[in-house]
């Protein structure tokens, strides 16, 4: 659902994107993502953890945008699996939050460092 209908309409739409470097293509990937900016990082919590393509590509090369408030920022992606996504998800934008945790079905806590 997220691949085939959330990814496609949030391309158009002023909601904030991740976007990642293909790992096999090398292209620009974008995904619709909820989160919050927390002084000059943006926290988000990936609802499939290992299993979504976007962290496969963030293995690969852990340098991001996001688009925030419709304006794009680069930064550097962290993977965090010790932390409590469950706990995180709290702190984040409620509406995404309950979804994640709804659709969710290994979460996985992502820190953005923006330059």
Same mark, same amino acid.
Not at 8 to 23: F, K
Not at 71 to 84: E, V
């Given at each position: ?18 976007? %990642?470097? #293909? ?10 993502? #909820? #989160? ?32 925030? #408030? ?34 969710? %079905? ?10």
């Amino acid at each position: 659902m997220q691949r085939l209908v959330v990814n496609p309409i949030g391309r158009q739409l002023p909601v904030t994107m991740l976007e %990642t470097t #293909g790992r096999k293509s090398g292209q620009p990937r974008r995904t619709a993502v #909820g #989160g919050k900016v927390v002084d000059n990082s943006f926290w988000m919590v990936s609802e499939h953890g290992e299993h979504s393509d976007y962290v496969h590509n963030i293995k690969a090369d852990p340098a991001v945008r996001v688009r925030i #408030g419709g304006k794009w920022r680069t930064g550097t992606a962290h993977l965090l699996p010790d932390d409590d996504p469950r706990q995180r998800l709290r702190s984040l934008p409620r509406l995404n939050s309950a979804g994640v945790r709804t659709m969710g %079905t290994d979460l996985l806590t992502i820190r953005v460092d923006l330059d």
